[in-house]
Nanobody
Framework: QVQLVESGGGLVQPGGSLRLSCAASASIGSMYRIGWYRQAPGKQRELVAVIIRGGGANYGDSMNGRFTISRDNAKNTVYLQMNTLKPEDTAVYYC???????????WGQGTQVTVSS
């Protein structure tokens, strides 16, 4: 069982930045996949960014180079740096992890990001 705890969400003005953190209860260095998804009201959950073991980082099409995923294995923490935020980035952001390719997904409780003036 892996627990994921997100933090760093909040209210930010358009054009601003936020950094989200996801602290895992297990070692992230050996995980198959760990990253971020988001879900806006009335929309499906979508990929933001993930790090896949041996494959680097993948980003969702909507991110357009504005977001950067990174990790600190010593802290078992994954970060999402979000720049040039837009109102359409408003959503609940969830941390997601998959320990092995054939295993199940683990999800955090989510953190709300609201982009509004």
């Amino acid at each position: 069982q892996v627990q994921l705890v997100e933090s760093g969400g909040g209210l930010v003005q358009p054009g601003g930045s936020l950094r989200l953190s996801c602290a895992a209860s297990a070692s992230i260095g050996s995980m198959y996949r760990i990253g971020w998804y988001r879900q806006a009201p009335g929309k499906q959950r979508e990929l933001v960014a993930v790090i896949i073991r041996g494959g680097g980082a993948n980003y969702g099409d909507s991110m357009n180079g504005r977001f950067t995923i990174s990790r600190d294995n010593a802290k078992n923490t994954v970060y999402l740096q979000m720049n040039t935020l837009k109102p359409e980035d408003t959503a609940v952001y969830y941390c997601n992890a998959q320990v092995v390719p054939t295993g199940g997904d683990y999800w955090g409780q989510g953190t709300q990001v609201t982009v509004s003036s």
